[in-house]
């Protein structure tokens, strides 16, 4: 009887151990995070990372097993952020190493030099749109590493053409004054590449740089020589003008003589929800000290005419997101990813609430280059780009410089 009913408590006993599965195991988890969703920021949530991809989202505090951890510790927690338009070729200076500044063969050396520049300030993905041809394929192939800030590659061509490369996420690249005629070429994965506004009658979907903007209205008005001849009576520059300068100068002169028509233009952009890279932080670095470099006097004069000219910018740059434009940034180059950080604080400083920041600087990029259903968000699927950012307890404005850690593709990065 003893050794019957040990038999039955046996089996009983193997039957609830079988039944209790031990719980997943993820990679690494993110706890303690104030996390950027679609309705804005949202407190006391941990994210489940599996591999490179975002495998789920749990409410703070629940058991969950894992390998790694990030303590986010309450902080705000951002997808990976995208730089929409860069060079990686400005990144490729000597160093006092023998190495080529304009290599034939893009090895993983010169790819991790374009990461240093980017990766520790969050940015995890760039566009090169401004690559050596020859550099095309080889960026093409590179696989993601979740060592390396992750690089696309724009293909530009004349216009009424296009390139489509399938490897990559399926772009269209237009060089040259938008056409009306290619719209039937055009779908949700086409990305443009604009100089112009034609006729301010065609309107691009994206465009690059806010100048673009500026140069096109005033070509459209015919006040290009206007503003060039106050540019060489104010600044003396008659030659080389920096695009800086020019934007400057512009939206100053078209706030000043034809404010509906830049209000008409955001209305028409917002609702066709374009797409605009920004290159506010090159425009800011010119005003700030810049400006010293191409023989201009630092007279106080000439400092507040700038401010002045940025200030105006700044107020159209919120004009256009508040009529539905949708910014990114971008356009910044000779400068990296510190360039980012400060571009998104210039917002900040503008009054752009935070989580509208964290969208110009990741969905909207990703958005324009048909990834965003990959990146560009914290959802499940999504890949486990993400930056950490220490907490603010101080009471002090938030700052998108206080970086405390970045997970690219699943990696938690070791922060210097």
Known sequence: MNRFFLLVLSLNLLIVISGCKKPKRYDLIVENATILTDSGLVDGKTILV???????????????????????????????????????????????????????SLTTF??????????????????????DSAWVPQIVSWKPNPKLTDVMVARSVEMGKSACNPNQSP?????????????????????????????????PKNIEGIQSIMNSLLLVTGSSDIVLNRITNIYGIRQNIPGELLAIEGISYLAENSPALLDSVANILGS??????????????????????CGIEPTEAIKQRLKYGFAHLMEYVKALHTKGVE?????????????????????????????????????????????????????????????????????????FTK??????????EKMK
Not at 125 to 131: K, L, M, Q, R, V
């Open 403 to 412: 970086i405390k850690r970045v997970i690219k593709g699943g990696r938690a």
């Open 272 to 293: 066709n929800n374009a797409s605009v890279s920004t290159g506010l932080y090159r425009i800011k670095h010119f005003v700030d000290s810049g400006f010293t470099t």
């Open 110 to 131: 010169y790819r991790s030099i374009v990461s240093k520049h980017f990766l520790p300030h969050g940015v995890t993905t760039i566009i090169d749109a401004e690559p």
């Open 327 to 399: 910014l990114r940034i971008g356009y910044n180059m000779p400068f990296d990813g510190s360039a980012f950080a400060n571009e998104q604080n210039l917002l900040l400083e503008s009054g752009f609430p935070i989580n509208e920041i964290g969208k110009i600087s990741s969905f909207n990029a990703a958005k324009a280059f048909a990834i965003h259903g990959k990146k560009g968000k914290i959802a499940i699927g999504y890949t486990a780009d993400l930056v950490v950012f220490q907490k603010n307890d101080t009471g002090n404005t938030f700052d």
């Open 50 to 104: 599996m591999g490179d991809t975002i495998a789920g989202i749990i409410d703070a505090g629940e058991p969950v097993r894992t390998r790694k951890v990030v303590d986010a510790d309450g902080g705000i927690v951002m997808p990976g952020f995208i730089d929409s338009h860069t060079s990686i070729a400005c990144f490729f200076k000597s160093n006092g190493k023998a190495f080529d500044t304009h290599p034939k």
């Open 171 to 203: 772009q269209v690249f237009i060089k040259g004054i938008y056409d009306s005629k290619n719209q039937e070429h055009a779908d949700n994965n086409c990305f443009w590449i604009l100089t112009g506004v034609q006729n301010a009658l065609n309107y």
